[in-house]
């Protein structure tokens, strides 16, 4: 198992940019699907994106697509969202998370596992 903790919250006016990082510790030898999702205030969970830490493939939800990235370090041990032209909607707490994987990699929230802390994300119009 890995233990997650994110990092690069905060607040931001509309129409900037934030990069958000996790990064994972413990058993990182192997391969995980990794994934961030946000929580904003009465409101679900919903996935932002995820990555299979194998082979560095990606998915978005739809409605993230074109503003967010999510990408790796080399060392497959830290994660990032890069998250650009952001608006009051995105604001949420951020959270990353993880599932080790030999392959299958979803979205869905019931994939994964292990969750981190957290992080705030406060967009200002």
């Known amino acids: 198992q890995v233990q997650l903790v994110e990092s690069g919250g905060g607040s931001v006016q509309a129409g900037g940019s934030l990069r958000l990082s996790c990064v994972a510790s413990?058993?990182?030898?192997?391969?995980?699907?990794m994934g961030w999702f946000r929580q904003a205030p009465g409101k679900e969970r919903e996935g932002v994106a995820r990555i299979y830490t194998g082979s560095g493939s990606t998915f978005y939800a739809d409605s993230m697509k074109g503003r967010f990235t999510i990408s790796q370090d080399n060392t497959k041990t830290t994660l990032y969202l890069q998250m650009n032209t952001l608006k009051s909607e995105d604001t949420a707490t951020y959270y990353c998370?993880?599932?080790?994987?030999?392959?299958?990699?979803?979205?869905?929230?019931?994939?994964?596992?292990?969750w981190g802390q957290g992080t705030q994300v406060t967009v200002s119009s």
């Open positions: 413990g058993n990182t030898g192997s391969s995980y699907c």
């Open positions: 998370a993880a599932r080790r994987s030999g392959g299958y990699c979803s979205l869905s929230r019931a994939n994964f596992e292990t």
